[in-house]
């Protein structure tokens, strides 16, 4: 088989998405995701002055030696744009092989490891009490593992909390807008909320909580500390983690299960976090850390020292992404949870997939590749239009913070 053809295709089904189809000689197409929120037409051009011209005669079936060619071959490594660029490749690779197969992507990575794949949703509120309602309502929808987060009082705008009731979108403005952020009120309210969700909703449910990179490593300590009574099933993004080795001071001081990694692009970027056992859940996902070939090498690592996999799974990973991390999840052996983040009705409309979800698990289907596909057609009556993540100023002083 060769690849005869390969395009890009940006879409704006309500948010917007870069999708990347190969074709072969023999009829079969594969697609990527290859979107990376508020810079997605980088990777657009990435792949299609870069990486395209580069792929076309080659072999579909070689994907392990076509990503080494992608990684080792530009000679600049890593970097979000090009780990995103070679996750759509390799994603559209797998599609072709499993298709070529007749065989649902999962059994070429090995079948089934598990029945099902647990997910978590997410529930936001304004302030307390609204939170503890949509955990309430997440809960009836069958969810076994729900995300909190809650505006914070004396703070106009907090990460995770949007206008919907199931879509959070935060990529909300031409230009990024600004929220302010105190550090103080955070911590104060936090571990209130997460007391009255454990006393309305008992203590069956697993429960999250992102804090969205911030605090520094001694507040975040301090913070998983005063949530160990409500066993949190993981405290995510508690700092940033560039310098890896300073969570060992959040571990020094706390038992509440810790993630990292959805802004993670390599496998470099996690590997003192896995070795030194600094956290418990790895966060990076199909679409920007290098494909399912570069995924399975970090979930590889982390099996060794018992750290689980938790793939990102926001709205702004296309369902090309979602169904093919349903795919890794049901496989790999070292599974905790993936997130899911529902997209709207556009959006699955665009992206027609086999993947359900049925009281709090998910499964990709049984349709020879990922199972998920583009309607070009109805893609084009979206065009691309232009938006940018939040960003994040202390309140008392307006000093740029992480947002
Ligand atoms: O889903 C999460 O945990 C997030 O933190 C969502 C991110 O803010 C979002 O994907 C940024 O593009
Ligand atoms: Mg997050």
Redesign the pocket.
């Given at each position: 088989m060769k690849i005869t053809n390969a395009r890009i295709i940006v879409c704006s089904p309500g948010r917007n998405f870069v999708t990347l189809k190969i074709e072969t000689d023999e009829g079969l197409t594969g697609i990527g995701d290859a979107t990376l929120n508020g810079r997605e037409l980088s990777v657009a051009a990435y792949l299609t002055e870069h990486v395209i011209p580069c792929l076309i005669g080659r072999d579909p079936h070689q994907i392990e030696d076509i990503w080494q060619y992608l990684y080792k071959g530009a000679y600049w490594r890593r970097g979000p744009v090009t780990m995103t660029a070679i996750a759509a490749v390799d994603t559209a690779l797998w599609d072709i092989k499993a298709k070529a197969a007749g065989l649902p992507l999962y059994q070429l990575l090995g079948g089934k490891s598990r029945t099902g794949v647990m997910v978590y949703g997410h529930a936001n509120g304004s302030d307390i009490e609204h939170t503890v309602d949509e955990v309430l309502r997440y809960a009836d929808m069958g969810y076994k593992a729900i995300r909190a987060q809650s505006g914070v009082p004396g703070l106009e705008k907090v990460y995770g909390v949007g206008k919907g009731s199931l879509f959070y979108e935060p990529a909300d403005a031409d230009l990024p807008s600004e929220h302010d952020w105190s550090t103080e009120k955070y911590l104060r309210h936090t571990p209130k909320l997460f007391e009255r969700i454990r006393e309305k909703l008992g203590e069956e449910h697993h429960l999250l909580h992102?804090v969205?990179h911030r605090l520094t490593p001694i507040e975040a300590g301090r913070l998983g500390k005063s949530l160990e009574p409500y066993n949190l099933f993981w405290m995510?993004?508690a700092t940033p983690a560039e310098n890896q080795e300073s969570f060992r001071l959040i571990r020094q001081h706390t038992t509440t299960p810790l993630a990292v990694g959805?802004i993670f692009n390599s496998i470099w970027d996690c590997k003192e976090l896995i070795e030194n056992q600094l956290i418990d859940y790895i966060?990076a996902t199909v679409v920007h850390a290098g494909g399912i070939t570069h995924l399975r090498r970090i979930a590889d690592l982390a099996s060794l020292y018992q750290v689980r996999t938790g793939c990102?799974g926001?709205t702004d990973l296309s369902p090309v992404c979602m169904g093919a991390a349903l795919h890794f999840d049901l496989s790999v052996p070292n599974f905790g949870v993936q997130?899911y983040m529902r997209h709207t009705d556009e959006t699955d409309a665009v992206f027609p997939h086999a993947y359900t979800f049925d009281k709090g698990m998910m499964y990709p289907g049984d349709v020879p590749g990922h199972g998920v596909e583009i309607d070009e057609a109805l893609a084009a009556k979206y065009p691309y239009k232009r938006a940018y993540l939040p960003v994040n100023r202390q309140q008392h002083d307006g000093t740029l913070w992480s947002w």
């Open positions: 992102d969205h995510e993004d959805e966060r990102h926001a997130e």
